[in-house]
């Protein structure tokens, strides 16, 4: 550093860098390189280095200053209920604004439910195709297919929410819905009336939605299974299913699960789709096509109409836990996947 | 067993698939038949009118996304060179990079709730600037992260070749390391764009929306998705018709850097580096 700084007295500077590499000796009789040049007409380096380094590291606070004021932001907006109603706030199923009594319990209902629907749904197909994917489908479908995944995924939630409206609804009400009702009404969960929106719908949707991010974990997950597992059980004579059952998903379960749980952060906070599907209706009923909302849906649908103070802060404390559940359920997830793909993998235990 | 679990593989991912291509199906078809020159020049039609279009959404989500790329793009990387280069194996970059992978996973409407209670309260208005933080915030992890990975890749003889010239060390970053990363690094904020682009979360009480012409930063603006939102929900066949071919503009937006993005790694990002 201190050579740098003496450099613009010097014209010598060429045999200077001579020690530190033998490609310096041949341009040492050549004039100074335009980059010394351009160089030398800056400034001082030990400032500007200090004053970079300082600012990069600012820079990557910044991500937890972010995470600190979101969180500082939230519990200072919902002062009024969090003081107010208490932990009674998540237990209290009346949602009243024009009586100011809230409780917030319908709406985590519907998120559970509407999420574990959509877990029912998705977890199943998605180990499927990461199945498909990694052990059976030849290579050139391959690449469509996880292409094709990956475009699943960067569809806007909204337009997954514009094609719930026109296409799925209207193909669950006339079609789908009315086989369930035949065949599970005694359970309960599927009895009319049935109006195509509802919780069911909010479920399918979140379902084609985490689809491609649990299915490609799930996969990365399983490449990362050792051949050796694979070859060990099929030299003692299994067949190709008992090979995956043994050698793979065995090995690969706890990424699994954590890529289930990633998906299931996902479809917690999931918001316009399910807001534009579910009905909004503060209510809990057992029947899965009754409409009813979830607390990401509740934000999005009445917040902007929300005037007086107690009902807005009611909504950001909604927004509040569900930030502290997204955060929950997230660590979990990272931990569980990065033991999988980092840590040492599938050995057999 | 062995067959019957060969099929039912086969039949799931049929069953992953079909959803896809008849959501695409629905978007080209029902999309591209309201598609007009009306639509890229007008502004919405009143309730009942015929024709009117989404020029001022379009235009506004230009605005917002510009705001977001000037907010999180720079931060971003500033926060990837830090993590890469700077605290490489630290206990507080891997922290930060927890943190960053944490807040990716922060549902989009509480980061619009935050925005609100940060920007738009103390503000005392909705407004474009309110919209653009919020998607800036959430471009700010993706970003950091795909950068942080692109410049590990970056061999070090480069930086050494570098530091051996007398290149001060900032300026071997930005200028050797940074740019040798570059197209990786441009596939980064490009993924972090076309995420947030289509978000709408939390434009709905940041941003508000707008039916007229709008670029003012400190007044509430149109977005492109939120007209969707807007449109999807309302009552009128017409307007359900512009929801569609708003959908296919965004879509079309996000496929084509989506596969951009996708050509550009397969082709091996730094294959002229190494």
Redesign the interface.
Known sequence: MNLRIQEPQTPRTPDQAAPVGGLAAVTASEPASPIRLFLQSRGNSAIADGAFRWIMLLCALSIFAIVALIANELVVSSKLTLTKFGFKFFVGSAWDPVNEDFGALPFVYGTLVSSLVALVIAVPLAVGVAIFLTEMCPKALRGILSFLTELLAAIPSVVYGLWAIFVLVPLLRGYIDPILIKLLSWTGLFTAPDFGIGMFAAGVILAIMILPIISSLTREVMTAVPYSQREAVLALGATRWEMIRMGVLRNARIGIVGSVILGLGRALGETMAVAMVIGSSPTISKSLLAPAATMASVIANEFAEASDDTYRSALIEIGLALFLVTIVVNICARLLVWAVTRGAPARAT | ??H???V??????I???A??V??FI??VY?GTSSLNLNFFTKIPAPVGEEGGGMANAIVGSAVLLGLASLLGI???I??G???A???RGTK??N??R??????N??????????V???VV?PSKGYSALAGGVALG?MM??TV?RTTEEMLLMVPNSIREAAL????????S?VSITLKTAMPGVITGCMLAF??V?????PL??TA?GNQFWSTSLNQPIAAL?LQ??VY??SPYDEW?RL??AG?LV??AL??VS?SLV?YVTTRGVLKGAS
Not at chain 2, 8 to 13: C, F, H, K, M, S
């Open positions: 067993m062995n019957l679990a060969s039912l593989a086969v039949l799931a991912t069953l992953v698939i959803p896809l008849a959501i629905d978007l029902k720079p931060m971003g500033a926060a060179i830090y993590l280069e700077y605290g507080l970059s922290v930060v927890f943190t960053a992978d944490v807040l996973g922060v549902p989009s409407i509480v980061m619009g709730v935050a609100y209670a940060l309260v915030i700010i992890p950091a051996g010239l007398g290149v001060p060390t900032w300026r970053m076309a995420r682009a289509g978000e709408t979360a709905i009480f508000f998705p969707i939102y999807a929900l359900h929801a569609w959908s965004l879509i996000i496929v989506v996708r």
